[in-house]
């Protein structure tokens, strides 16, 4: 049996973290990638992984994580989580440097990946039969809504760019899969969103019963990969049971509605 490997994004925290720990129990061999190669080392130590500390808004980093990954083994899927939000700033306000950051970290680096990993995607398809992406992308790429301007059009773009791919490998044995989730409780998303302060962090999710967890998207991401090859999931959007929509959040607990 081919043992599969698999290179993640976002590796050195919340979901791309997870997915390292989940593809691993699932005996995937797994190169995470982030910039922080303490947490990255204690990953490695903890799931028997390998990584690879690259900050993917730098061309000439993603070119040598390349080189890396084609000198180390094949490449059968890539997980692309890294990215993130940074201000709440309305259209009005916005922060050019944290917008342009979003732009990069989001939509360019996940172009600088699909370019670097393709042609040892399509070497490992066929080779293996086949070859996976999924792509993190969020509900904030689905719906507007007020301080999300920047976040809203970064994610918005990536999540075209993922679309454009599929048709672009149409007829190749090369899955292209967009997870978009609502609100999942990481240790680190909001904290960065809000410029580190701890207490507006923890405020996003006040009284939310039951956000989701970074396992919660690292388990679908799982099931994407491993399901049978003729399925593509092409885009499953996960909330909160208590987020029905992007602005329609309960806090408190849900409860079931009684007459009484
Ligand atoms: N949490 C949510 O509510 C939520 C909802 C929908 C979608 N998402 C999306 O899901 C993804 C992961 O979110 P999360 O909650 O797990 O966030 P997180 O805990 O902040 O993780 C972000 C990861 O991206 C990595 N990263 C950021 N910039 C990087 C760069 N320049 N080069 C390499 N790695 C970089 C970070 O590692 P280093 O800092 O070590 O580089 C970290 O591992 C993001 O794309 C986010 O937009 C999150």
Redesign the pocket.
Known sequence: MVIRRAVV?????????ATVRVLRAQGWEVVG????PK?LARLAAETGASTIA????DPDAVAALVAELERTGPVHALVQ?????RGTDSVEQGSIDDWQWMYD??VL?TQRLVAGLLPLLRRAAAADGHADTVF?????AQSAYPGGGGYNAA?AAESMLVKVLRQELHGEPIRVVEV?????H????AL?RLGGDVAAAESVYDGVAEPLI?DDVAELIAYALNAPRRVNLDLVTMRPLAQAAQHLLARGTLHVRTDD
């Not at 978009?180 to 999942?184: E, H, L, R, S």
């Open positions: 994004t976002g590796a050195s925290s919340g979901i791309g973290e990638v982030a910039r922080r947490r690259c900050d993917l808004t989580v890294a990215g993130g939000a970290a989001n680096t993190v992308t969020s509900t904030a994610k978009a989730p609502g609100m999942v990481t240790e680190e998303f960065n970074a």
